[in-house]
């Protein structure tokens, strides 16, 4: 059974699993891996949520204030032997349903046009393609999406 604890970018495990996403991630993105890592740092980040299947965290996630409305989703990661088993989808729930709680009525994220598998989870879980926004304005490899939520 995968529970799911709420905590901030101070702990560990979240750490370690951003840690490996990182890792990932300068793999998929290649040459522009620079350009998305210097907005993605975690200090900043005040809600965090790490999953756990028999102790052992195998995924997180994050939401950061937007605007006044909606939340962002960051640093959304599965550690590669847990994929596929709906997590992802369970954690991005859990993303959204904390945000709801915190007032906010929609959520927003960016992720990489290389990130087949991740857009297939934002479309299944149904997120709407929107205009890029903010950094991503311009930038061929991103791609934007919007829910509405609560």
Not at 106 to 118: D, F, N, P, S
Request: hydrophobic content about 40%; aromatic content about 12%; charged content about 25%.
């Amino acid at each position: 059974m995968i529970q799911f604890t709420r905590t901030d970018a101070s702990h560990p495990d979240f750490k370690a699993l951003v840690k490996a996403l990182d890792t990932y991630l300068a793999v998929v993105d290649g040459d522009d891996h620079a350009f998305y890592h210097q907005y993605n740092h975690i200090d900043a980040i005040k809600y965090a949520l790490v999953a756990y299947e028999n102790e052992r965290a195998i995924a997180c996630g994050a939401i950061k204030a937007f605007s006044d409305e909606a939340m962002e989703v960051k640093r959304m990661y599965t550690a590669p032997e847990c994929r596929g088993k709906g997590v992802a989808s369970k954690l991005l729930r859990e993303l959204e349903a904390w945000a709801a709680e915190l007032g906010y009525s929609k959520c927003v994220l960016e992720t990489g046009k290389r990130q087949v598998k991740a857009i297939g989870l934002y479309h299944k879980n149904h997120y709407q393609i929107i205009p890029n926004y903010g950094q991503y304005i311009g930038v061929e490899n991103s791609v934007c999406f919007e829910k509405k939520i609560g």
